[in-house]
């Protein structure tokens, strides 16, 4: 049987602990409490160190002595209560799960509602979140899909900068409050998906160098050495990040994963690490007769990302639907600039409402190449689409939401495109009332120079990404800046706020009431683009309901 990595505890009152590190010819374990002691681990031929310690229980604060060189806190840690660079925690195997009888949402009835925990809540915490589910419930959303959650340096973050996969953030509650927030979601009727990193770790408080070969230089990603998936030594990695996966799904009783970025998940082997994990996400759906889904977001409109593995493909549920989303922007904004360059068009967004896809294979200024791989068949199902996200405001400048940019009635206008689509919805936080605030980037470094760095970076991403020259990016490590970015949940009972709610409510409540919008059929679909006039027009049936709409 294999010893699952971190620290485990046993009914009989024993920890296991189990780390790789291939690169440690002895590792020893470190305990700093409840009492110091030291504990030398036994090593396997392919690097991995175990052992197993009487008197440990929850709390127990550890970490490993790589060959007397180094003391590092646990890769696989469950906690971090004192940050980053602080020793990891064990943590309590077991949950009072109120959730027995939840067996999760088919892919047709999800309605995504993307939160951010920091800036969602005054408080900040997976509890506070908890608070606000009557409100989503009575949107008509059906799930929340939470930005990264694992530990991250700090207490302000996107969560992309993480470094500890399994430690759910100390500062949002840590393991036991996404616990509480999951069971309280599921009570609702509320699925709960959550964004991953697989691609990258962050730069401060990752030591995955010490420890093993996570890395290799043979590819390189946006964030610097990309992870080994494919090289020498490399299934030790994979293991640790499918296991990872299978962590959130059936400990946390997620049911759901985002895996950020699978283009920067280099990898040229036979069988992907990406097909693993759907492989292995497969087993665990059939063991725990439950549903669970893996969707991508990836900037490649590959659609072999989605085919069964029988027909070629990764065997993945779902994507994000980028170019729904820059198609819709460039068109309500007239903006044409990085990413957006080529995506004005009425034929684009005909493209985009009728298949999901809009790249067809045809040159694309923004690749600066061909680009895509057209298959109609794909069913509806399998494609998210939205007017923003996370990164389409926190990547400008002044973090404007799109409802900054446009009139009240084109923002009124996206919602329809959004959710009046044969595809699954996305609503970033706020969008449902046309919140005022921004959403900005944010970190917490706690080395100086990675401060600045970050500071002067994202000023010149301003400028040589999205074009804003005129405008100087509001410091990502100031607390103002994370402040800014909060939700204001009062503003939505008053004015235009309460007016956009109610039409998200609305549109909601169409789709999931009449026939023809509810069953996600591409081909029981007619979609018909004016350009001169600026009006996409849509028919959809499904046997006797029909409807017919007009965007203009």
């Not at 030398?40 to 007397?68: I, K, S």
């Not at 990264?148 to 207490?155: H, Y």
């Not at 946006?222 to 962590?247: K, T, Y």
């Not at 759901?256 to 097909?275: F, H, K, P, Y």
């Amino acid at each position: 049987m294999t010893i699952p990595l971190g620290a485990t505890l046993t009914p009989d009152g024993s920890c296991t602990f189990c780390v790789w590190a291939n690169k440690a010819q002895s590792v020893t374990l470190v305990l700093e409490s409840p009492e110091a002691r030291r504990v030398p681990m036994q090593r396997t031929p392919d690097g991995y160190h175990t052992v197993t310690v009487e008197g440990v229980g929850v709390g127990a604060r550890y970490r490993y002595d790589l060959d007397g060189r180094v003391q590092r806190p646990d890769p696989a840690s469950r906690s971090q209560p004192d940050g980053v660079h602080g020793a990891s925690a064990v943590s309590a195997p077991n949950f009072a799960w109120t959730d027995g009888a939840w067996r999760g949402l088919p892919m047709d009835d999800y309605i995504f509602y993307e939160v951010h925990v920091g800036t969602f809540t005054p408080e900040g915490t997976f509890e506070a979140v908890i608070a606000h589910l009557p409100d989503l419930v009575a949107l008509g959303v059906t799930a929340i899909e939470l930005m990264p959650v694992g530990q991250f340096p700090g207490v302000r973050g996107w969560g992309y900068d993480g470094v500890y996969p399994y430690a759910a953030q100390h500062s949002y509650g840590g393991l036991d409050g996404l616990r509480r927030l999951v069971d309280a979601c599921h009570a609702h009727g509320l699925a709960v998906f959550l964004d991953v990193v697989y691609n990258h770790l962050g730069p401060e408080g990752n030591y995955l160098h010490d420890y093993a070969d996570y890395f290799t230089d043979r590819y390189r990603t946006p964030w610097g050495s990309a992870l080994n998936f494919d090289g020498a030594h490399s299934d030790p990695v994979r293991r640790f990040f499918i296991e990872n996966a299978l962590f959130w799904l059936e400990t946390c009783h997620i049911d759901g994963l985002r895996l950020d970025a699978t283009q920067a998940m280099a990898d040229l082997s036979a069988r992907t690490v990406l097909e693993q994990l759907a492989a292995a996400v497969g087993v665990l759906r059939a063991r725990l007769h439950r549903h669970i889904h893996l969707i991508a977001e990836t900037d490649r409109s590959d659609s072999r990302l989605l085919r069964s593995p029988l027909l070629g493909g990764v065997g993945l549920d779902g994507q994000w639907s980028d170019e729904f989303h820059h198609t819709l922007h460039a068109l309500l904004t007239g903006e044409e600039h990085a990413y957006y360059t080529g995506y004005r068009s009425m034929e684009r967004l005909v493209r985009a409402m009728r298949w999901g896809f809009t790249a067809i294979g045809e040159y694309s200024p923004v690749h600066q190449r061909r680009h895509g791989t057209f298959k109609p068949d794909l069913p509806a199902h399998q494609f998210v689409v939205f007017a923003q996200n996370h990164d389409h405001a926190g990547n400008r400048v002044n973090g404007e939401r799109l409802c900054h940019l446009i009139s009240f009635e084109a923002a009124k206008l996206t919602a329809g495109l959004v959710v009046l689509s044969p595809y699954l919805p996305l609503l970033f936080m706020g969008e449902e009332y046309a919140e005022a605030n921004p959403f900005l980037f944010f970190t917490n470094f706690g080395d100086p120079h990675l401060r600045q760095a970050v500071r002067e970076g994202r000023q010149r991403e301003a400028v040589e990404v999205h074009g804003q020259a005129d405008g100087i990016a509001p410091d990502p490590e100031s607390p103002e800046t994370f402040a800014r970015s909060r939700l204001n949940h009062a503003s939505k009972r008053v004015g235009q706020h309460a007016q956009m709610l109610a039409f998200h409510t609305a549109l909601i409540a169409l789709r999931k009431g009449v026939p023809a919008l509810r069953a996600l059929e591409k081909d029981q679909m007619e979609v018909i683009g004016y350009a001169r006039e600026g009006v996409l027009w849509v028919r959809r049936w499904h046997g006797e309901s029909a409807v017919c709409i007009a965007f203009n």
